[in-house]
C-alpha cells in the first residue's frame, strides 16, 4: 500500500473513532439524563404522597414499581441503540477500508496491466522492424517471427482475461456446457505452452479419456491461467506437475509447482480479483492479479471447488474437484 493510501486510512480511521466515541457519549449522556429525570419525578411524586393516607405505602411502592419499569425501558432502548450503532459503524468502517483496498487494487491492477500490454506490443514491433529494415536468414527470420507470435499470444491471452472477467462479473457470460474430453483440452493446452515455454519441463500424470460437462473455451482459460501461474513461481531449472485422475464420480486436476510456496492466511486471497502476493514496489513476477480469480469464478460456474496446498519438499498445488454426478 502507498505512502497515500496509508495516509487516507489513518485519516478516515481517526474520524471514524472520535465519530464513533461522539456517539457513544451521547448516548451515555442521553440514559445519565433520562435516568436522572425518572428519579426526579420519582422523588417529587413521593412528596406529593399523604402519610396518613391508609394507601400510601401502596401508592409509594407503585411509584417506586413505575420508576423501575422506566429504567429498564431506558436500559433496553439504551442497548438497542447501542447495538444498532456499533453494527452500522462495524458496517462503514469495514466497507470503506474494503473500499480503499479496492482502489489500491485497481490501481495496481492499471500499472500492471499498462506495463504487460505495452511489453508485448514493444517487443513485436521490434521485431517487425528489424524484418522490414534487414535481410536476415532465414533461422533469424523464424525465430523473430516466432517470438512476435508469443508477444502476440501473450498479449490475446491478456485481453482475453480482462473480457472475461468483465463480462462474468457482469452476468453477460452465458455458458455453452456439453460433454467434453478434458484429457484431449488438458494435452492440447501443455502441447501449447511447450511450445511457448520450450525451456520448462512439465511432467504429466493425466489419465486417458477422461470426460466432463463444461464450456471449453472457460476450462482451456482456467488449465492455462493455472500452468501460467506456477511457470511465474516455479522458479529456474524447476519442473511444473500436472496431474488429471478420475476416481469414481470426482475427477481431480492439479497444477502444481516447486517454488517458494503460499503462506497458509495467503491461500484464500489469491483468488480474489486484483490479488498478488507480496509488496507491489518489491513484486518481481508479472500479472495482472486477474488470473486466478478467474480461475475461481471459472471453477464456481461448473459447481467445482478450487483450493491451494503445499508441495513437497516445497511450493504450491493448486487442485481443482470436479463432481461427474
Request: proline share 2%.
Amino acid at each position: 500500500m502507498s505512502a497515500l493510501q496509508k495516509s487516507k486510512l489513518k485519516l478516515v480511521t481517526t474520524v471514524y473513532w472520535i465519530l464513533l466515541t461522539y456517539m457513544l457519549a451521547a448516548l451515555l449522556w442521553w440514559f445519565i439524563a433520562l435516568e436522572k429525570q425518572n428519579q426526579l419525578i420519582s422523588n417529587i411524586q413521593l412528596n406529593e404522597l399523604k402519610h396518613d393516607d391508609p394507601k400510601y405505602y401502596q401508592n409509594a411502592l407503585n411509584i417506586d414499581l413505575a420508576t423501575h419499569r422506566k429504567t429498564i425501558q431506558y436500559i433496553a432502548e439504551g442497548s438497542t441503540f447501542l447495538g444498532l450503532i456499533l453494527l452500522g459503524a462495524v458496517f462503514v468502517f469495514r466497507a470503506t477500508r474494503r473500499q480503499i483496498k479496492l482502489s489500491q487494487q485497481q490501481q495496481n491492477f492499471m500499472m500492471a496491466v499498462t506495463h504487460e500490454l505495452k511489453t508485448p506490443i514493444a517487443i513485436a514491433q521490434l521485431n517487425l522492424e528489424t524484418l522490414q529494415k534487414r535481410q536476415l536468414e532465414e533461422d533469424k527470420r523464424q525465430k523473430l517471427i516466432s517470438n512476435t507470435l508469443q508477444e502476440a499470444n501473450r498479449l490475446n491471452t491478456l485481453c482475453n482475461n480482462i473480457l472475461f472477467a468483465a463480462q462474468l462479473d457482469a452476468g453477460a457470460y452465458k455458458a455453452n456446457k456439453q460433454d467434453l474430453n478434458f484429457t484431449d483440452l488438458l494435452e492440447g493446452c501443455i502441447d501449447s505452452f511447450k511450445t511457448r515455454f520450450p525451456w520448462r519441463e512439465i511432467q504429466e500424470r493425466i489419465g486417458e479419456s477422461i470426460y466432463i460437462i463444461g464450456e471449453p473455451l472457460l476450462l482451456q482459460m482456467m488449465v492455462n491461467n493455472l500452468i501460467d501461474n506456477a511457470n511465474k513461481y516455479a522458479g529456474k531449472e524447476t519442473s511444473i506437475t500436472v496431474s488429471l485422475v478420475q476416481t469414481g464420480n470426482q475427477i481431480a486436476f492439479s497444477v502444481a509447482d516447486l517454488g517458494e510456496g503460499l503462506p497458509d492466511q495467503e491461500k484464500k486471497k489469491v483468488f480474489e480479483k486484483f490479488y498478488r502476493v507480496g509488496e507491489e514496489n518489491t513484486r518481481k513476477t508479472k500479472g495482472t492479479g486477474l488470473g486466478l480469480y478467474l480461475c475461481k469464478k471459472i471453477v464456481d460456474g461448473h459447481n467445482a471447488k478450487i483450493f491451494v496446498t503445499d508441495n513437497q519438499p516445497q511450493g504450491s498445488i493448486f487442485n481443482v474437484i470436479f463432481k461427474t454426478s
